[in-house]
């Protein structure tokens, strides 16, 4: 069991160096499978920005200018700390999310990793130039960058963001939640470890209101990327719009999955139901609205309810659920739970009661709805739990129709008899990401989305591209 007092959580990164913070506060972290506070984080201010900001500044004119081979070995040795470190990681993200331990692993760990490996390995693409009839076409950093990271990936968007960056050579200050930080700050060690230079890398915990804002607006930031609810990305945007800050986002879903009349429904409704649930439905790519053919749709049902009631819940390690991440999130859910009811939908399995055993952490049933209409709240507003709507469909053209009938566009599914049959289905979806008959997150392809589920992209080599200027040098013709 890591020892979280030994981390400086009352203090800042900044410079290369713990710091204090200018005027902030100490906020409790919570775990949220015994509701018991494990550690204090500090609430940095704006003046705690200002400082980091300058620091990211100064510390750009010389970062930019270092090899790729340079910054390809900072990064191998970030990934190398991180293998070292896994087991503090995993602890991390697992006791203040909730997610089982044996699961963190696979789901927010092991990826990461392979993220920070992944782009040590294309920091030649800044090297590289293009020709353009008679001109040159070079790339540089974009500069000095504002990082907002959501509490239900903690780790994955911290490295989905800062690998990059620093591979581009631009250099950064990281705002983690306040409701899972302690993986930033093993990072900070990580990277400090790694003997990244000072100023490089920052680390400035604290409320979105406060530091989000400042970040935002900050008229020496150059780019800002924020991952998390799509109110929230519109806030950011219209404080970054008066300086012109290029905004990269990734924001809320309400995914569809169509399951085609000749899929396995059995594997389909198994698969998709398991996508919901899994991290306790915090997931914002989360498959929560299941397409069914008309003609088999009471069948699926039924795989649905078996599939809810046989997940176990706890923090185990024969656990599939753990609780929600907070109390406040799991009232939330609740609330949906009871008005999906309340709306004329049928509570197949689930509901609003606490799970029998589990009195104590922030846990929800693993909840299925049937006779959902696409009009209803629960199939059109993002409830961030472990429910999930089967909705009826007559024919191909109305399934698409229903699943493109939302103003979100981050994620998909298609389940079909095979690959080749659901692409046509695929190219329909208005969504910037599917998954087909079970196809699993690709760290080496970027991940983003369409209409209000924001803009830009992460990972893969467009991942990159977010963090790149592009010069046109003009050479006499």
């Known amino acids: 069991m890591t020892d979280w007092s030994t981390l400086k959580t009352d203090k800042l990164y900044v410079d290369g160096r713990w710091q204090d913070s200018r005027g902030g506060t100490l906020h409790g972290v919570i775990n949220p499978a015994t509701e018991e506070e494990i550690c204090q984080v500090v609430q940095s201010s704006a003046e705690d920005v200002d400082l980091a900001v300058a620091a990211a500044k100064s510390a750009f004119r010389q970062w930019r200018t270092t090899s790729a081979a340079e910054r390809a070995a900072y990064l191998n040795a970030i990934a190398d700390g991180m293998e070292a470190r896994k087991a503090d990681l995993i602890q991390a993200v697992s006791q203040t999310l909730g997610c089982p331990a044996h699961i963190t692993e696979w789901l927010h760990i092991d990826g990461p990793i392979y993220a920070v490996r992944y782009y040590a390995q294309r920091t030649g693409v800044m090297e590289q130039t293009e020709k353009a009839g008679h001109s040159i076409v070079m790339r540089e950093p974009v500069g000095v960058c504002g990082f907002i990271t959501p509490w239900n990936y903690p780790l994955h968007q911290f490295v989905g963001k800062v690998a990059p960056a620093l591979a581009a050579g631009c250099t950064m200050v990281a705002k983690p939640s306040e409701m899972t930080p302690l993986q930033d700050y093993i990072m900070a060690e990580i990277i400090d470890a790694a003997g990244l230079p000072a100023g490089v890398f920052n680390l400035v915990p604290g409320p979105g209101t406060v530091v989000g804002a400042a970040l935002s607006a900050h008229p020496d930031i150059d780019m800002v990327s924020f991952t998390g ?75 649905a309810k078996q599939v809810a009631e046989e997940i176990t819940l706890g923090t185990g390690p024969d656990a599939f659920m753990g609780p929600l991440s907070s109390a406040r999130q799991r009232q939330i859910v609740v609330d949906y739970i009871q008005q999906g009811v309340s709306e004329g939908a049928r509570l197949v399995t689930g509901g609003a009661e606490r799970p029998e055993g589990l009195e104590q952490g922030f846990y929800v049933k693993p909840t299925v709805f049937a006779d959902v209409s696409n009009d209803m709240a629960i199939a059109r507003e993002e409830i961030f739990g472990p429910v999930t709507c089967l909705i009826p469909y007559r024919d191909m053209d109305e399934a698409v129709a229903i699943a493109n009938d939302t103003e979100y566009g981050l994620s998909s599914g298609v389940w079909a ?40 992209r992460e990972f893969g080599e467009a991942g990159l591209d977010e963090f790149v200027e592009l010069k046109s040098v003009q050479l006499p013709a």
């Open 229 to 303: 609810s799509t109110r929230a990305g519109v806030e950011v945007a219209r404080a970054a719009a008066p300086t012109v800050k290029r905004v990269c986002q990734e924001l809320g879903g309400k995914s569809p999955l169509i399951i085609t009349p000749d899929a396995d429904l059995e594997a389909a409704v198994r698969w998709g139901c398991e996508d919901v649930f899994i991290n306790s439905g915090q997931t914002c790519t989360a498959l929560t609205r299941m397409l069914v053919p008309a003609q088999r749709y009471e069948e699926a049902v039924g795989i």
């Open 417 to 456: 008899g095979d690959v080749e049959s659901a692409l046509p289905v695929v190219k329909r979806i208005e969504a910037g990401l599917c998954f087909v008959n079970g196809g699993e997150f690709n760290y080496d392809a970027p991940f983003g989305g369409y209409k209000r589920s924001g803009n830009g």
